[in-house]
C-alpha cells in the first residue's frame, strides 16, 4: 500500500496544533488501477482520522501533481 502517515511535531506558530499526522496517499498512474487501492487508502485514512483526531490530519494526495487538504 503506498499510503503512509507521519506523525510529527512542529514549534512553529503556523500551524493549529504541535502535534499533527501527515497521510499521503499515491493516486497516479502506477496504483490507480489496482483492484482494491482507492477502498483501501480509505480505510487507512479513517483510522488516522480516528487515532489523531480530524484537527491533527494533514492529507497529501497525488496524481499529477501533489494536493494538500489541510483541516479547517
Known amino acids: 500500500m503506498a499510503s503512509r502517515a507521519l506523525a ?5 506558530s503556523s500551524f493549529p496544533t504541535s502535534d499533527v499526522a501527515v497521510f499521503a496517499a499515491d493516486f497516479s498512474a502506477s496504483t490507480r488501477c489496482k483492484k482494491d487501492y482507492s477502498a483501501g487508502v480509505g ?23 501533489v494536493h494538500l487538504f489541510w483541516p479547517t
Open 8 to 12: 510529527c511535531s512542529s514549534s512553529s
Open 43 to 65: 480505510s487507512h485514512f479513517d483510522s488516522y482520522v480516528t487515532q489523531f483526531g480530524a484537527g491533527k490530519v494533514i492529507a497529501l494526495r497525488w496524481d499529477s501533481r
